[in-house]
């Protein structure tokens, strides 16, 4: 039976499948994000996502399927990723303030066995509403942005800040659910459709 693994340390996406309804295991890859050198948003998404998979792919047993995914804001032509420190997160927050951003989602999926892969990105659309310096600093101080791509998410409290979305919401959030369940069930992986306490 082939067993589902992701491979991330990320809690938003580990809430977003298990919600889903997966059964899988979690293997937290070790890369470095900034080695695949300057490439396009959607290049370096997939690049990302593929070298987290393979991260893990030696000590995944053999029949697995292993999930990676990497995210990236895009404004104005310029790449934002996780925030190096507060004033960093308060530069890009202050930057989106007000304005359309893009969130690019890369996805990759391996299934061990037979080699079958899958390597994909999806890009939203998102409209911030305006934020005050003392807002931004509010948010800031919660510790939410420090570890999110262009330093907000949009299923905390950063989501008060969201006025509209253009794309998959699951996008924005780190993994698009609708390809990705669409991926799975062409290599045999369904989740069970069960009540769950998300709320």
């Known amino acids: 039976m082939k067993k589902l693994i992701l491979a991330s340390a990320s809690k938003r996406r580990y809430e977003i499948l298990n919600n889903a309804g997966y059964d899988f295991d979690v293997i937290v890859p070790d890369i470095d994000e900034d080695s695949p050198g300057n490439l396009s948003p959607p ?19 053999e029949d697995s399927v292993v999930l ?42 391996h299934h061990k066995q037979s080699g079958k892969e899958s390597l994909f990105y999806e890009r939203a659309a998102v409209r911030m509403a305006p934020m005050s310096a003392s807002e931004i600093e509010a948010y ?13 998410g949009i299923q905390g409290c950063g989501g008060m800040f969201v006025s509209g979305i253009d794309g998959d919401f699951f996008t924005v959030c780190g993994l698009p659910l609708s390809r990705v369940y669409g991926e799975l069930k062409e290599i045999g992986i369904l989740p069970a459709i069960r009540d769950v306490d998300y709320i």
Do not use: W
Not at 43 to 61: M, Q
Not at 81 to 98: I, Q, T, V, Y
């Open 140 to 152: 800031i101080d919660t510790g939410q942005p420090m570890d999110k791509a262009g330093s907000y």
């Open 68 to 109: 990676a995914s990497d995210t990236v804001v895009v404004f104005r032509g310029e790449i934002y990723g996780k925030p190096k420190n507060k004033a960093h997160a308060f530069s890009m927050l202050e930057h989106l303030s007000g304005d359309t951003h893009h969130v690019c989602t890369g996805v990759y999926i």
């Open 43 to 61: 290049d370096l998404v997939r690049a990302l996502a593929r070298l987290k998979a393979h991260a893990v792919l030696t000590s995944a047993p």
